[in-house]
């Protein structure tokens, strides 16, 4: 199972550097993470066609040196926003400029706190919609280059430790049966003549971030994940969480349907919340116990190393880092236990998180186990289940032990069959919720409108 973050929000932007001291990655291996999606900016690699810096590659493969190092994972992102940083009208990101359709004159790009409402200024803008329109037509080339460039990265991080897969394309524009289903049939073959082994990370039209269904026909490999996005439209036009789980519970159906129709794992590529919004802790610990029970894996948007209070995470003034300058978790992250590998089949997971007099914190997990498999480990953070945490262990004469230094339990038996782990954290003061509780919606002009647009 893979749990972690994006990286990283500026990256987007000059000087397309995610992460420029590999010390910035160590809170990310504390907090039990094992992976990270990697931001990778076709303007930062190609910025004339033809014309590779080689450099920028360098820079992204330190940084998947440095998190290899530290147990993290990488799957590299072919990121976009609204195609360009010189389209929707200056908020963009990803395609270089001579990657614009000719028929259309280029933006200044901007990112700034002017284009805090990129998403308006991306779906109201026509260069970015000719510019896609022209790029799945292969006009001027376009998308012949693209391949190109994939094909590239991907002969490049094949033998990169650490790398186990791609993302084709990040919230894409197009007809996904017509225009997604082909580019990445074609770029999957340039992916995986590189680097066979790879893992293909597949999201559909960037409509099913708000919890549409998928129109895409399942890929033609098998080394696929279903990797879509959800952010909540009503909590994002209303700036805060509601409280109400049902607009997740069927964002999760619709996702889990997909993943289960194409016999594939489910990913959630990104999932988050602007930490200045109230109750945005609330809502991430609801996404992660849909994640925990529907036993997926995911990333959350995502960990800017240079994030501070003035220019933010870096980009368009979004504010989802998780971490602050001094690597202390903000409002809209908690750490959390989950099941990093299964020696078998895992079949359930449930993690407590809220304490209350006479109910102490608890985790519980089984699987089915498979002695040939070698060990289960569940990541525990020491802040949740100190030393002294009670371990019961029923099934299979499994045998667990806690290592608090390492923040592990791991489990071992030589016997197959069913193990049920039960964890519960010591007795303390019970904690109070960070955010109060406060009224979720108040009826003014503004809000009205904003529940309006979302609805």
Request: glycine content about 6%; overall charge neutral.
């Amino acid at each position: 199972m893979f749990r972690g973050v994006n990286l990283a929000g500026d990256s987007k932007v000059p000087p397309f550097s995610p992460c420029r001291d590999p010390r910035d990655l160590d809170r990310l291996r504390d907090l039990g993470f094992n992976v990270i999606r990697l931001v990778l900016v076709w303007e930062a690699y190609e910025p004339s066609p033809g014309d590779y810096d080689e450099s920028y590659l360098e820079s992204l493969r330190s940084t998947i040196t440095a998190a290899h190092a530290r147990g993290l994972h990488t799957i590299v992102d072919f990121h976009q926003d609204g195609f360009s940083r010189y389209a929707s009208r200056g908020a963009g990101s990803g395609f270089p400029r001579w990657a614009l359709s000719s028929r259309c004159r280029p933006y200044a790009p901007d990112n700034g706190p002017s284009c805090r409402n990129w998403l308006f200024r991306m779906m109201s803008d026509p260069v970015m919609h000719r510019s896609f329109a022209d790029f799945y037509a292969d006009r001027s080339g376009v998308r012949t280059r693209f391949l190109q460039m994939v094909g590239r990265v991907a002969s490049a991080f094949a033998r990169t430790p650490g790398v186990i897969g791609y993302d084709l394309l990040n919230e894409p524009w197009g007809d996904e049966r017509s225009h997604l289903a082909s580019l990445y049939r074609d770029e999957a073959r340039s992916i995986l003549d590189a680097h066979p082994s790879a893992i293909l990370f597949v999201q559909g039209h960037i409509w099913t971030n708000c919890g549409f269904r998928t129109q895409l026909p399942r890929p033609e490999h098998d080394q696929v994940a279903y990797a879509p996005h959800y952010y909540c439209p009503i909590s994002h036009a209303l700036r805060r969480w509601h409280g109400t789980r049902y607009h997740l519970g069927r964002a999760f159906a619709t996702m889990e349907a997909t993943a289960r129709e194409w016999d594939v794992p489910l990913f959630v590529g990104e999932f988050g919340m602007c930490a200045e919004f109230p109750r945005a802790g609330d809502y991430v610990r609801a996404f992660y116990d849909h994640l925990d029970a529907r036993l997926a894996s995911g990333t959350q948007w995502y960990y800017t190393p240079r994030w501070n209070p003035e220019s933010l995470d870096g980009w368009n003034a979004e504010d989802f880092s998780i971490l602050d300058p001094s690597g202390d978790e903000r409002s809209n992250f908690d750490p959390r236990p989950y099941p990093r590998a299964t020696a078998g089949t895992p079949q359930s997971f449930r993690y407590e998180a809220q304490e209350r007099p006479g109910h102490p914190r608890r985790l519980e997990f089984a699987w089915d186990h498979n002695p040939a498999a070698g060990e289960t480990e569940i990541f525990v953070p020491a802040s949740l289940f100190p030393a002294g945490s009670e371990l019961d262990v029923q099934g299979s004469s499994a045998s667990c032990q806690h290592h608090s230094r390492r923040q592990v339990i791991t489990c071992r038996s030589s016997v197959a069959g069913p193990i049920r782990l039960q964890v519960v954290a010591p007795s303390a003061t019970i904690r109070l919720d960070r955010e109060p509780a406060r009224p979720w919606w108040r009826p003014d002009l503004k809000s009205t409108v904003a529940l309006q647009l979302a609805w």
